[in-house]
């Protein structure tokens, strides 16, 4: 905005957290460093597959969605984007890997970095902005659900849909599931174990970035199950070469963000972080209707921080960035960046401030609504 | 122990830290997690490459041990174990990596995991314990001062070698100087840029785990000299490889480590933690004289926490390690598992609460020594 020095830009464009940690998982931070402070408390090198307390709460946390978890299956890490880029090493470097397309860039760039041969899948407006099934034989699929760009979340039949084919075509799904607490509707899958068959065919990996405000704490976990299997690789070898990788190359997530991964999966910090959750998705709510009344065409934002925006027609991704910039000083991000087929469309980020989010919907509406502005 | 049963055992077997976190560290830790709990001082997603201030304190670092460091090439990561083996990515597969034997088993592993080919340099008695240059052209070498496990340092003299072989097979030397915190004499190098010619070969990871207990906190850093150079790479390629690896597949370390990181790197958390190293360090002490009361012979121990104990002829090192087991009730780490040129001898750690320490040497000179044990 070199042409409007001192003009205010309100933010929509960035997925990530504003608002402090909650309470209850402070108050496990803190007892992760006190416990370094004594000579008694303290301790070193961990498990590199994480605390033998943790991994069972995240096996009890699977429980209480109907997905059976062995702690022997949970490796935790430091968070999502590690895990989904360094997961490619376990598999041959000749896969054929399928990646949505628009997607989050972490899934198409590891697999390229890592050698292997990219897929794209398209997610059309027909299909609720998910992806659709490659026509050819693919090793592994990058599924994320709720879907980041597109703000939108498969529903039972659509992740049936995946697992049919992966146990198909023996090939392997790593459910990126980073916004699985984002989904409001009780009946759409927040786990892909939620689905019979998924644990011989899928790897979930979780984060407690978005969950828990934990961006930059960093925290998260994949589950490699036992009875995973390919064409290559039978029970149990994949949940070994994982173990493997991890025990080689990285060495346990930090001790103080561990204890505060206890705290959110304890009750309060799960009554808490929901409550944040909440707040978010207050904000995408206000995002939704400030877009809708000035006629705009949306999708996502229901269960997911993400809105994604259609561009009126005629103007490019990049083109409709720029309007909403110069006109309404909103910063978003255009979905081209996100692959070729997020063309035409724009994501808006939940995340931020109540009032900068306000700030943000009621500049576009006065400058792109036919409807009068209520100020509050 | 089966045999037995309720007998105490001495450990001298694990590098890992036992002493609590010093305060001025622990003050840096607890700022980390209160600016998490306010909406006005939280921070989700920082650089992957670090924290501007915290880049800039370890360029300053460099600076007071005269080396000269741009923190554009700081790198700051979750510890030296992910780097020393993350490391291998931006090279070619097809690179020949020279790692030592004995050595740290991830330089090997990790060179294996990722498909090189590994080839073996010995660390004999005559070249101080520290490896002998391969014969043949390699890419890449693995070098580790002070060495773990054989607990000497290089000289002066001896890394002008190692840079010296690099600059003429244009081959880039992986400095893991992990233990250089442990370096009494001021005549040894802790850094490798502390010999001219270095920033063009040469990569350094350094680690806050042993330097300040953050062996469960995770944070470290890798040097990435923009002057780099390989046959296949010009200058700045290198860096923008590892900057490409690191902001595609890492996502930073976790900010409340990065402001315990600032706090070591202040001059009260030098002044504590130096402390904390000369500790563990009157360990080694004790541990040498009582090994050497026993007439035992041993190397290392004096800039570095590890003791390199020469098994008594005759014996393998499991052979030994089980007669200090049976005899001495005492758990040391035998050489022969860090490479095949480590058998014959054992490694001690000096890493202990001091009264354990104690008992384990008093345990060795009272079942191994020729001399009476003085009780304390």
């Known amino acids: 905005m070199d042409s409007h020095p001192g003009v205010e830009l309100y933010k929509l464009g ?39 307390r943790l991994r069972q709460a995240i096996s009890k946390w699977y429980a209480e969605r109907g997905a059976d978890i062995d702690s022997s299956e949970v490796f935790v890490s430091d968070g999502a984007k590690s895990d989904c880029a360094n997961i490619t090493a376990i598999f041959s470097d000749d896969a054929a890997v399928a990646i949505s397309d628009p997607g989050y860039p972490v899934h198409r760039e590891a697999s390229i970095i890592s050698g292997k041969r990219v897929v794209s ?19 592994l699929l990058y599924i ?13 039949k659509q992740l049936r849909s995946y697992v049919a084919y992966a146990r198909k075509h ?22 892909i174990y939620e689905i019979k068959g998924a644990k011989s065919c899928a790897i979930e990996i979780q984060s407690l970035s978005k ?23 039978g029970e149990g070898m994949l ?11 990285f060495n346990g997530a930090s001790n103080i963000a561990q204890e ?17 959750v909440a707040y978010y998705m207050e904000n995408a709510r206000i995002i939704r209707d400030g877009l809708s009344a000035a006629r705009m065409t949306i999708f996502g934002g229901v269960d997911a921080p993400y809105i994604w925006l259609k561009v009126p027609d005629g103007l490019s991704s990049w083109g409709f960035f720029d309007e909403l910039l110069e006109k309404a000083h909103v910063i978003t991000t255009p979905g081209v960046v996100f692959g070729e087929n997020g063309e035409g469309y724009m994501r808006l980020s939940a995340f931020g401030h109540r009032e900068d989010i306000e700030r ?13 502005i209520k100020r509050s």
């Open 14 to 52: 960035i997925g990530n957290t504003t608002e402090a940690i909650v309470p209850s998982v402070i108050e496990g931070l803190r007892k992760g460093v006190e416990k370094l402070s004594k000579r008694k408390t303290y301790t070193g090198y961990g498990d590199e597959q994480g605390d033998t």
């Open 121 to 139: 899948m398209e997610c059309p407006e027909k299909n609720n902005f998910m992806p659709r099934m490659p026509k050819e034989k693919v090793d």
């Open 144 to 156: 994320c659900s709720p879907n980041n760009p597109t703000g939108t979340a498969a529903t039972k």
């Open 170 to 191: 023996k090939a392997i799904i790593i459910f990126d599931a980073a916004y699985s607490e984002y989904i409001g509707d009780p009946k759409l899958p927040r786990s």
């Open 211 to 233: 969950a828990a405000g934990f961006t930059g704490v960093r925290l998260g976990w994949t589950i490699v199950p036992q009875e995973l299997q390919t064409e290559d690789s």
């Open 239 to 249: 949940n070994r070469f994982w173990n493997r990788r991890q025990t080689t190359m």
């Open 260 to 276: 505060g991964a206890l705290a959110v999966l304890s009750a309060q910090g799960q009554r808490q972080t929901h409550k944040q």
């Open 360 to 372: 943000a919907v009621r500049s576009i509406r006065k400058n792109f609504g036919a409807i009068p």
